[in-house]
């Protein structure tokens, strides 16, 4: 109750006269075309472009002119570079890492800017959430890894270590190979594609509940009124938080790629 006798109830029911407040859904992420009837014209796909004009501008800009004292820009832009080249590629893969480091290096870029699209002002969508994106980059990785596998032991050694792993009894076999043919061919690409798009989508879904549950309160009695700037501080620290989460997770779909090729030219896998 309030200090005037009103129940919440019933500041809620009086705050919805003449249309309640409709929650966030999944219907929220099925944006309209942006010209026309075109499906391939969508915001998604619009960011998907942009995120690779950005990228290519800002790499070819701070490259540039290169120095030895680097400029605010070009230190920026060696920092992300070292950083996969380095923690994700050298420290994971080993010293056959060289070869790698372009594709782990434009796959985290690529995730990264796409997730930040989400907290961005105008933009506020994060393309991961639709999850068709996150599929083709796993078939990616998935494609990549089997690939370096194969062209190190060769089709028939790589796929009977997947099979049948060394040093099990070949009792276990009857259990662990129909596991292992799950876990490479299913399994991984699945999880790697699905944490991905789970993290951008309920995240984003999280910060319009706040956001616009904040707006409809300010929108009610005075009472709401009241609560909203609750609602909108929640949702604030839930944009940082939601930050953290999207850097995060381009490093884990990152790491993890680096991790499966690393298996993939292991001698023993």
Known sequence: MNPRGVSVRDLLRSSSEGGGFVPPSSGDFELPPIFGDNVYTTKPIALVFLSVILISVFFIISSRKAAVVPSK?????????????NDLAKDVIGHDFLRFVPYLFTLFTFILVNNLFGIIPLLQFPTMSRVSFPYVLALTVYLVFHYVGIRKQGAIKYFKEIMFM????????????????????????????????????????????????????????????????FAFGIGIVLTFFEFMVQCLQAYIFTLLAALYIAGALADEH
């Open 73 to 85: 820009l070009q230190f920026a832009g060696e920092s992300v570079y070292t950083f996969v080249r």
């Open 166 to 229: 060394p040093g099990v009894p070949k009792a276990a076999y009857i259990l662990i190979t129909p596991l292992e043919i799950l876990t490479f061919f299913l399994v991984r690409p699945l999880t790697l594609s699905l944490r991905l798009f789970a993290n951008m989508f309920a995240g984003h879904l999280l910060l319009l509940v706040f956001i616009l549950g904040g707006e409809h309160l300010f929108q009610g009695v005075i009472g709401l009124k009241l609560i909203s700037p």
